[in-house]
């Protein structure tokens, strides 16, 4: 046997222990990918205002409660803020103020129909997502959509579309506290955190006359290697946690020059083998369940009603946010059979074929356990997203997933505990918050050697 084959499967058998050990304790068309670094860098500008107007001031207790603006000459009169029921833990003062918009820098295709909006309420997250209505004035050829705008990085972030008619338009977030993203403090009041919101109009037939949308993610490159299999903190899956720690390595580390996610934290990878010995990477896996777990998942599913969207304003989101944005979006899925979700990465739209193309955790790389190609698409047909065949884990039966919804980046999830987890990456503490202590051992014969990281 050669003796690199020897190697390997000395080390095979190692890393099957380990990863045993975490089960025990423990979800033809343009085929070479864009690099990112070659591909247009995500849509980023500068918005110019006029003077702002307070709009309205008011106190929201545990209890919940809504704050809504009822005067005739506000330009956003009849917008309001829904928030839930033990949504914060302590009284939170709203203060909602207006600016006109007077020029722009986002691109042709963005075209405002409301003013920018300025919400503040002591930063942090709200434990169920808030749902804001919005004013509009809609044409029957339009499609509308409402942005999250950061006047600091001068990037926009597509909301979930919850209802949309001729008068308004219903989306949903966890925050108001865009300006705090870098600052480390979401989790905390900070009276200067604030979120500006701005609502634009585009045509439909320019949407739906958009051919193929690439963000430049691509399985096999910017996924993660190891399979979605669970783990002693995720008994029942990571997929979320996955796909979230991939989304967030491509955004802040991928695009700023960072090394490929795939294969970049182990240390055995050959090229003609992408998928061998994926267990060579015990702290990304631990940074995916990790994360699994700070966010609770199971949560998501319940407080976030998939139901309620509407297929083709899911459809046109994703559209849209990928035109507007270049990012790739995070999809959010559900079985009304099973009652149970799974969460994946779109990264690329064909927009004539009606094609969602999507990063499983569950097949990394489109590979399936055993090895087979499989690319993975959600198809968009006669006005619906039809069902999505996958797993809750690897090594569980398949289900189909029936309920599909666009799911927000920062507006759903605590984007600043990513950055604090992956700081314990880093520092190789992931995970030590949670996992007990443990050694391992090789055993030959009756003689047991302790298996030493690094040997």
Not at 83 to 111: C, M, W
Not at 225 to 233: D, K, V
Not at 260 to 286: A, T
Request: hydrophobic share 35%; net charge negative.
């Amino acid at each position: 046997m050669h003796p690199f084959r020897i190697y390997k499967y000395f080390i095979l058998i190692n890393f099957a222990i380990l990863l045993s050990l975490l089960a025990f304790n423990s979800c033809k068309e343009e085929s070479n990918p864009i690099d990112p670094v070659e591909k247009d860098k995500p849509l980023t500008g500068t918005v110019s205002t006029g003077e702002f107007t307070k709009e309205i001031t008011k106190d929201i207790g545990t209890g919940g409660g809504t704050i809504e603006i009822s005067n005739s000459k506000s330009p956003i009169n009849g917008f309001k803020i829904t928030v839930p029921q033990k949504g914060y833990g302590e009284t939170r003062n709203f203060s909602i103020s207006t600016a006109t918009i007077t020029n722009h820098k986002l691109g042709d295709n963005f075209n405002p129909i409301s003013p920018l909006i300025t919400i503040k309420n002591g930063g942090g997250y709200s434990e169920i997502p808030m749902q804001i209505k919005i004013p509009i004035a809609k044409k029957s050829d339009e499609f509308i959509i409402a942005f999250l705008y950061d006047e600091v990085t001068g990037k926009i972030e597509a909301l979930p579309v919850i209802e949309l008619d001729a008068s308004s338009i219903t989306v949903e977030t966890r925050h108001f506290a865009s300006s705090s993203l870098s600052e480390n403090n979401l989790g905390k009041t900070d009276n200067l955190a604030l979120t500006n919101l701005v609502v634009s109009s585009i045509k439909e037939s320019i949407l739906l006359g958009q051919t193929i949308l690439n963000t430049g993610f691509s399985p096999g490159v910017d996924d993660w290697e190891f399979p979605n299999y669970g783990s002693y903190l995720s008994t029942g899956g990571h997929c979320a946690g996955q796909a979230i720690t991939a989304m967030w390595y491509f955004y802040e580390k991928r695009l700023k020059g960072e090394p490929q996610l795939f294969h970049n934290f182990d240390r055995v990878n050959e090229e003609e083998e992408p998928g061998f010995l994926w267990e060579d990477n015990p702290l990304g896996y631990r940074f995916a369940s990790t994360i699994q777990e700070d966010f609770s998942w199971a949560g998501w599913v319940k407080d976030i009603n998939i139901q309620s969207m509407n297929p083709k304003l899911t459809w046109l989101t994703f559209i849209a946010s990928i035109l507007f944005t270049g990012e790739p979006q995070f999809v959010l899925l559900y079985s009304t059979t099973e009652k149970a979700g799974h969460a994946m990465i779109v990264y690329k739209i064909n927009v004539s074929e009606g094609k969602l193309y999507i990063a499983d955790p569950n097949y990394p790389n489109n590979h399936s356990s055993n090895g087979t190609h499989s690319e993975r698409i959600i198809t968009y047909s006669n006005g619906k997203l039809l069902p999505y065949n996958s797993l809750l884990k690897v090594g569980n039966p398949g289900i189909v997933f029936d309920q599909i919804g666009y799911f927000a980046k920062t507006a759903n999830i605590k984007w600043n505990q990513i950055s604090k987890r992956y700081k314990e990456l880093e520092q190789k503490t992931i995970g030590n918050d949670r996992l007990p202590e443990y050694d391992l051992y090789v055993k030959t014969d009756s003689t047991l050697f302790p298996l030493v990281d690094g040997t």
